[in-house]
């Protein structure tokens, strides 16, 4: 018996066993429901940031494929943890809600038509987000506050009366706001991630610098960039043209022309001196017209990875990269960068 209670405390000790206090001052919970990966990475930021503004602990939701991602499957915890309090979804559905979040009390909140009502699970990914949680809600309340009113929804929603603000998105804009883009570095590849990064940065390229691009150029990019005409701010396009921008978007910035990718291509491939480049892409490559222009001598990869964010840890440590001004998935390549000070440029505009 000595021996087991011995065990027990060692891994109580070392962690292998977690312990969670409830916090007093509530908690925030919410769907990354919004898009793809770069759509949510922008939404978790700034979900991140409010968070904080309300002095809650941050449920960490997870990512969104075609199930629920575990955030730490793709995240490290402890790096945000040093901005704020977070614990994961999981963790909190385990250990915390039986007993203070327990079935029969669980309120959903979300934005609804003046008058009207909303739905917490409706449709995919919300109703899957919430199911893979076990998660159902006994009564729904429309939002009465707006999320960059702090004050008022601390006001509104007192923790001892809403101890968990189950939120049917993220209370975020999109794109990221100006002033949560320095966040970006708490958001720190999983050890799992970060190794298969650098394995095929060393299968690649030997280790040795490269340029990075990114190309959106499938159908459906191209109908999306028709609605950017005559837009002075389009989609992620604050990444390279600013958040107080009064011009309308350069013709080639959402859908570049092949002329744009191999001009800019070569520029920077013949300033930066790498023998390799890398090209993550949605549709078109362009990988012969590349080695058309830039010769045998550089080494010219297209990975199409199984995980779409293989590429984003790739296009990260690049040398140098060029990416879509418009595409979120591009800005989660440029915010790390930006808080690396590292250089990117942009198609139809640098």
Same mark, same amino acid.
């Given at each position: 018996?000595?021996?087991?209670?011995?065990?027990?405390?060692?891994?109580?000790?070392?962690?292998?066993?977690?312990?969670?206090?409830?916090?007093?001052?509530?908690?925030?919970?919410?769907?990354?429901?919004?898009?793809?990966?770069?759509?949510?990475?922008?939404?978790?930021?700034?979900?991140?940031?409010? %968070?904080?503004?309300?002095?809650?602990?941050?449920?960490?939701?997870?990512?969104?494929? +075609?199930?629920?991602?575990?955030?730490?499957?793709?995240?490290?915890?402890?790096?945000?943890?040093?901005? /704020?309090?977070?614990?994961?979804?999981?963790?909190?559905?385990?250990?915390?809600?039986? #007993?203070?979040?327990?079935?029969?009390?669980?309120?959903?909140?979300?934005?609804?038509?003046?008058?009207?009502?909303?739905?917490?699970?409706?449709?995919?990914?919300?109703?899957?987000?919430?199911?893979?949680?076990?998660?159902?809600?006994?009564?729904?309340? =429309?939002?009465?506050?707006? +999320?960059?009113?702090?004050?008022?929804?601390?006001?509104? +929603?007192?923790?001892?009366?809403? =101890?968990?603000?189950?939120?049917?998105?993220?209370?975020?804009?999109? =794109?990221?706001?100006?002033?949560?883009?320095?966040?970006?570095?708490?958001?720190?590849?999983?050890?799992?991630?970060?190794?298969?990064?650098?394995? /095929?940065?060393?299968?690649?390229?030997?280790?040795?610098?490269?340029?990075?691009?990114?190309?959106?150029?499938?159908?459906?990019?191209?109908?999306?960039?028709?609605?950017?005409?005559?837009?002075?701010?389009?989609?992620?396009?604050?990444?390279?043209?600013?958040?107080?921008? +009064?011009?309308?978007? =350069?013709?080639?910035?959402?859908?570049?022309? %092949?002329?744009?990718?191999?001009?800019?291509?070569?520029?920077?491939?013949?300033?930066?001196?790498?023998?390799?480049?890398?090209?993550?892409?949605?549709?078109?490559?362009?990988?012969? #017209?590349?080695?058309?222009?830039?010769?045998?001598?550089?080494?010219?990869?297209?990975?199409?990875?199984?995980?779409?964010?293989?590429?984003?840890?790739?296009?990260?440590?690049?040398?140098?990269?060029?990416?879509?001004?418009?595409?979120?998935? %591009?800005?989660?390549?440029?915010?790390?960068?930006?808080?690396?000070?590292?250089?990117?440029?942009?198609?139809?505009?640098?």
């Amino acid at each position: 018996m000595a021996l087991w209670i011995w065990i027990v405390t060692l891994l109580f000790v070392t962690g292998i066993i977690a312990t969670y206090e409830w916090d007093e001052n509530g908690y925030v919970f919410f769907c990354l429901c919004m898009g793809r990966f770069g759509n949510q990475a922008d939404h978790f930021l700034g979900g991140l940031s409010f %968070t904080k503004s309300v002095n809650r602990t941050l449920v960490l939701p997870a990512f969104r494929t +075609y199930k629920n991602i575990p955030f730490d499957e793709w995240f490290k915890v402890e790096p945000l943890e040093e901005y /704020h309090k977070v614990i994961l979804a999981e963790d909190f559905m385990a250990e915390l809600a039986p #007993e203070h979040w327990p079935v029969g009390e669980r309120t959903g909140f979300c934005y609804a038509p003046r008058g009207g009502t909303c739905e917490m699970k409706n449709g995919n990914p919300f109703t899957n987000f919430w199911d893979e949680y076990g998660v159902d809600f006994d009564e729904i309340h =429309p939002l009465q506050a707006y +999320y960059a009113d702090t004050q008022n929804f601390m006001d509104l +929603y007192p923790p001892d009366k809403y =101890p968990v603000l189950a939120l049917r998105g993220a209370p975020a804009a999109f =794109p990221v706001a100006e002033k949560d883009v320095p966040l970006q570095k708490y958001i720190q590849w999983s050890d799992k991630i970060q190794d298969e990064i650098d394995h /095929h940065i060393h299968k690649l390229f030997n280790d040795d610098p490269y340029v990075g691009i990114h190309l959106r150029n499938g159908a459906d990019w191209e109908r999306a960039c028709e609605h950017a005409k005559d837009q002075m701010r389009y989609m992620a396009s604050p990444q390279c043209l600013g958040y107080k921008n +009064y011009e309308k978007l =350069p013709a080639n910035l959402c859908y570049p022309s %092949t002329t744009e990718v191999l001009r800019l291509t070569k520029k920077v491939v013949e300033e930066t001196k790498v023998k390799h480049l890398f090209i993550a892409t949605d549709q078109k490559n362009l990988m012969n #017209e590349l080695k058309g222009v830039l010769g045998s001598e550089i080494n010219i990869v297209h990975l199409d990875p199984h995980l779409p964010i293989i590429d984003i840890g790739i296009l990260q440590k690049s040398e140098h990269f060029i990416g879509n001004c418009v595409s979120s998935f %591009t800005s989660s390549v440029t915010r790390d960068r930006l808080v690396k000070e590292k250089p990117t440029s942009f198609w139809g505009y640098s």
